[in-house]
């Protein structure tokens, strides 16, 4: 796993300046952080520790919010792996879905191969997060 070090520092103290001009600078782009489409766990971290410092908790390090997050995401696949649900409630289930075993095509030759059965990964979101989602998507919380 990376390590938090100076660039995150760095990108915390300039998360002010991103946010009041509208841009991303930590990834050299023009384009509004209100239209990012994405978030990685390292940005996931920054936000996390952003946010922890200006509660003001004191003696938290960078390194402790990555343990902490590491620390979930580790138990969240452990519990997976033992085929549990997980559900936190507010936000939403994770639960392994099975996908029975089937037969496909080769798309180069058209000769039918077996393919075998796999478990994914199935994530049902919460009401709250559900309705989060819709007033951030359209303003006003009802569905088009």
């Known amino acids: 796993m990376g390590q938090l070090g100076y ?10 300046r991103d946010f009041l001009f509208g841009v991303n600078s930590s990834k050299k782009s023009y ?3 209100y239209l990012s489409t994405h978030m990685t766990k390292s940005e996931l971290m920054l936000k996390i520790y952003t946010r922890m410092q200006q509660q003001g908790t004191i003696g938290l390090r960078p390194r402790d919010t990555e343990e902490a997050v590491n620390l979930v995401l580790d138990y969240l696949a452990d519990a997976l ?8 409630r507010g936000f939403g289930v994770f639960r392994l879905h099975a996908i029975a075993a089937r037969m496909g095509r080769n798309p ?3 000769q039918a191969v077996p393919v075998p059965e796999k478990n994914t990964v199935h ?3 919460g009401a709250e997060l559900r309705q989060a989602a819709m007033q951030s998507r359209n ?3 009802d569905r088009r």
């Open 81 to 88: 792996q033992e085929h549990r649900r997980i559900e936190i």
């Open 31 to 33: 384009r509004p952080t």
């Open 139 to 141: 303003g006003r919380g």
């Open 108 to 110: 180069k030759t058209g």
């Open 7 to 16: 660039p995150v520092i760095y990108a915390a103290r300039t998360e002010a």
């Open 123 to 125: 994530f049902k979101p």
